[in-house]
């Protein structure tokens, strides 16, 4: 079945670091993808998405391309800030689902130290 | 906008008790979720409702399980009778018509079962 893998975190960086949290996915057709964003005590916000190859989706200063041929949706950032210290995760929708069903990855924690 | 609304935010029961959670989505969201976050996991989904239809109910464990969604507005959840395992954060989502490739989260429901 569909799935999302993200990596192992915690991922603690000093502010103003580059920051890549690696997302890969196995899905027949063309999923969409997404990034989602949980801050302490908040529920998941979207942070940027991406429904078809070699899209980029963007926001806040984040980036992350749609890749079919590495099925990866690696989540980018040029200079992180301790506001982003949050828990990423990854998600798709199957293709043609248009159910709005997500299927997750299991979260990257993030921590930026000033 | 006021955002996805749950209650209550933390609860604590002993095995065997009945639980049940309440969603109140974004006004004009059609489309409603249920979802149960283990720790260190990404959501999974429960329930799916369009309007007060639940359209997919496939993961949800319908023996001790139930959700309903009456006028298609606010939501309840309802486990009976808890067990140790359902410790887990139980999240609500909603969606507006034809967008729902966008999800928005409330902030969940924190369900400790000693």
């Known amino acids: 079945g569909d799935s999302v893998t993200q990596m192992e975190g915690p991922v603690t960086l000093s502010e103003e670091a580059f920051l890549t949290i690696n997302c890969t996915y196995t899905?027949?057709?063309?999923?969409?993808l997404f990034w989602y964003v949980q801050y302490p005590g908040e529920g998941l916000q979207l942070l940027l998405k991406?429904?078809?190859?070699?899209d980029k989706g963007s926001n806040k200063g984040f980036e992350a391309t749609y890749r079919k041929e590495t099925t990866s949706f690696h989540l980018e950032k040029g200079s992180v800030q301790v506001s982003d210290s949050a828990v990423y995760f990854c998600a798709l929708s199957p293709d043609f689902s248009n159910t709005g069903k997500l299927i997750f990855g299991q979260g990257t924690t993030l921590q930026v130290k000033p | 906008e006021a955002g996805v609304v749950q209650s209550p935010r933390y609860k604590i029961i002993e095995k065997k008790q009945p639980v049940a959670f309440w969603c109140n989505p974004i006004s004009g969201h059609n489309t409603l979720y249920w979802y149960l976050q283990n720790l260190g996991q990404g959501p999974e989904l429960l329930i799916r409702y369009e309007n007060e239809e639940a359209v997919d109910d496939s993961q949800l464990p319908k023996d001790r399980f139930s959700a309903e969604r009456l006028k298609g507005v606010d939501s309840t959840l309802k486990i009976q009778p808890a067990e140790l395992g359902d410790s887990a954060v139980y999240l609500c989502?909603?969606?507006?018509?034809?967008?729902?490739?966008?999800?928005?989260f409330g902030p969940g429901t924190r369900l400790t079962v000693l």
């Open positions: 899905a027949t057709g063309y999923p969409s």
């Open positions: 989502a909603s969606s507006s018509p034809g967008a729902t490739d966008t999800q928005y």
């Open positions: 991406a429904t078809k190859a070699d």
